[in-house]
């Protein structure tokens, strides 16, 4: 079992460059989110999905696009890359929604380092 | 919206027990509470779960009083290693989609 997997570790993008964080989960599960942590920061929540093909926005959802064609994997897209989205990105999964009982355990890739010059 | 409270950093020495309080007013019915760890340049990782009363595993207790608005995580004679920041997450049920709300957490440092 690998667990949830990231790729890359590091990036560094120009402004206005577009990319994929792609991130990836063994673990059967149908539930899937993004976060980025600004340093110093909590989490916040950028997209999630509740199942193959079902997206919706999070938090701060604005500049990223995300699709899960697969229960396995769910990458997200910087449509053009800005300073602001210097960040640390972490993708997670677990069984069932979070918060919503015993079997919502959210397990957190590595994450990806992304800095916007 | 199901929103957490906790203080921003705690200091605590070698071998003491850590007691963290998170404050969820608005906590929902079904709403489960949750605890995670973070070390630094690495992800968070569950320490503990509960919806009421009390719950211990090997690595910490949560005891959430009746009325659940809040929660507090126990961690008994912490070490060095346990330096890290300890979120408390909600379950949060919005416009029909469900998103969990991870605030500042709190930071947790143990000296020697």
């Known amino acids: 079992n690998a667990g949830v997997t990231q790729t890359p570790k590091f990036q560094v993008l120009k402004t206005g460059q577009s990319m994929t964080l792609q991130c990836a989960q063994d673990?059967?599960?149908?539930?899937m989110s993004w976060y980025r942590q600004d340093p110093g920061m909590g989490l916040r929540l950028i997209h999630y999905?509740?199942?193959?093909?079902?997206?919706d926005q999070g938090e701060v959802p604005n500049g990223y696009n995300v699709s899960r064609s697969t229960t396995e994997d769910f990458p997200l897209r910087l449509l053009s890359a800005a300073p602001s989205q210097t960040s640390v990105y972490f993708c997670?999964?677990?069984?069932?929604?979070?918060?919503?009982?015993?079997?919502?355990?959210?397990?957190f890739g590595p994450g990806t380092r992304l800095t916007v010059l | 919206l199901a929103k957490t409270t906790q203080p921003i950093s705690m200091d605590s020495y070698e071998g003491q027990e850590v007691n963290i309080t998170c404050s969820h007013n608005?906590?929902?019915?079904?709403?489960?509470i949750t605890w995670y760890q973070q070390f630094p340049s690495q992800g968070p990782r569950f320490i503990i779960q509960?919806?009421?009363t009390k719950v211990t595993n090997e690595v910490a207790s949560l005891f959430i009083p009746a009325d659940r608005k809040s929660s507090t995580l126990s961690l008994p004679r912490v070490s060095l290693s346990d330096t890290a920041v300890y979120y408390c997450?909600?379950?949060?049920?919005?416009?029909?989609?469900?998103?969990?709300?991870f605030g500042a957490g709190t930071r947790l440092f143990v000296k020697a």
């Open positions: 997670a999964s677990s069984y069932s929604t979070p918060g919503q009982g015993a079997l919502d355990t959210q397990y």
């Open positions: 673990m059967n599960h149908e539930y």
């Open positions: 999905s509740v199942g193959a093909g079902i997206t």
């Open positions: 608005n906590i929902a019915t079904n709403d489960y």
């Open positions: 509960g919806y009421k």
């Open positions: 997450l909600v379950g949060d049920d919005y416009t029909g989609g469900f998103k969990t709300i």
